[in-house]
């Protein structure tokens, strides 16, 4: 392999790192990010359960299964396990 060529393939190969680091830097602080807003949204359930009023602890029961229901359908969007199963839905492999 000549010196070119061998340059340029470590040039581009450092290029290529640098563009990984940058994209896995990016996909943290969006997971980072998101996972404050779940947390953010699960403050009112949690203050409606320590709430003196009844109605308030029934409205907040009544969130809670929505909330799961949430926070497990993040979950699995970001694991990647809600990937696998569409494929695995929509091309059967």
């Known amino acids: 392999m000549p010196l070119n060529e061998l340059s340029a393939f470590i040039a581009s ?8 680091d940058i994209l896995n830097r990016v996909y943290l602080i969006a997971l ?35 909330a799961v229901y949430g926070t497990i359908i993040y979950v699995l969007a970001v694991s990647g396990v809600l990937y ?7 091309l059967g492999s």
């Open 13 to 20: 190969s450092t290029t290529n790192t640098q563009v990984f």
């Open 32 to 66: 980072s990010v998101s996972a404050i807003v779940i947390a953010l949204l699960w403050i009112p359930i949690a203050l409606g359960f320590f709430s003196a009023e009844e109605t308030k602890k029934t409205e907040a029961k009544m969130r809670l299964k929505n």
């Open 84 to 90: 696998a199963i569409f494929q695995y839905i929509a």
